[in-house]
């Protein structure tokens, strides 16, 4: 006999799904486990989809809690002693210094030339990689761990972000020419859009971003977020850290944020995004 779940489903339900996702278990060993149990599969599928897409609607306003970085002035990430310069509270936002040493970020643009593809972005009804026409740009991903530079940034920008290594994303390596951009957009997953269970079903919701600049940028090219209304100038090495998905699970409208159109030269950044559970390789 199969039973169906109402609306107010069981918070020992959820907080043992959520459990499961943290332990790394697939979303569909979840499901099984559920209906093993005697939910019907639509109503496991239904439960289990709505923990990630986020247990709260964002009809409420985005409670601001307590940032996983460390509050110190100097962190010590994993090898490397670096230097938050600037803390915007809300948004949350830290501008940090010297993420990465010039020498590793010439590197890490050579490493990304010969993998170069133009960007996607996600459609949002599939949730397949289409063409993008809001971002002109170049990019390619490595993965976690891929070769010890690799390696040893991936666990630096975990530690600092104080997220597991696990729940990082690979890193994003983006190459913009002259005139190259990314208009406004939000790194989290759009909740609602059909599209997003796809990305949610492994490793949940992005939860914070680290951008590193790899250059410095000769004009134009900074990263706009537009709500507070601050910008930030390429300078090598350094990287801003932004948090989207508090712990009750909303996401702050007030991270919109774009890349400015570069004027002149070439602009190099990484991308690293958080998740909330751990990613399967
Ligand atoms: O290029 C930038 O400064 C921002 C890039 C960005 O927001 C992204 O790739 O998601
Ligand atoms: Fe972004």
New binding site residues.
């Given amino acids: 006999m199969t039973v169906a779940l109402g609306i107010s489903w069981k918070s020992s339900i959820k907080t043992w799904i959520n459990a499961s996702l943290e332990q790394g278990h697939s979303v569909e060993s979840i499901i099984e486990s559920l209906t093993d149990d005697g939910l019907d599969k639509e109503a496991a599928t239904s439960a289990v989809h709505a923990l990630l897409r986020g247990e709260m609607p964002n009809t409420s306003s985005y409670e601001y809690d307590p940032n996983p970085v460390l509050p110190d002035r100097i962190i010590h990430a994993h090898d490397r002693a670096i230097h938050a310069l600037l803390r915007v509270e809300q948004p949350q936002l830290i501008l940090f210094d010297n993420v990465l040493s010039g020498d590793e970020c010439d590197q890490i643009i050579e490493m990304s030339k010969s993998r170069l593809q133009p960007s996607a972005t996600i459609d949002p009804a599939t949730g397949l990689f289409e063409q993008a026409e809001n971002r002109a740009s170049e990019s390619c991903t490595f993965w976690l761990s891929e070769n010890p530079l690799i390696d040893v940034v991936d666990r630096r920008i975990s530690a600092l972000m104080n997220c597991p290594l696990e729940n990082g994303e690979g890193l994003q390596v983006?190459r913009?020419r002259t005139g190259g951009q990314?208009l406004h957009?939000f790194?989290f997953f759009p909740p609602n859009d059909p599209g997003s269970i796809a990305h949610l079903t492994d490793g949940g919701q992005r939860t914070a971003t680290l951008?590193v600049y790899l250059n410095d940028v000769e004009a134009g090219g900074g990263?706009s977020f537009s709500k507070p209304g601050i910008s930030f100038t390429p300078r090598k090495g350094q990287a801003v850290y932004f948090r989207y998905f508090n712990n009750l699970g909303q996401l702050d409208p007030a991270t919109e944020?774009a890349?400015l159109p570069v004027g002149a030269g070439e602009k190099w950044?990484i991308?690293k995004w958080m998740r909330r559970y751990p990613i399967s390789r």
Avoid: L, R
């Fill in positions: 983006v913009y990314y957009h790194d951008i990263t944020h890349g950044i991308n």
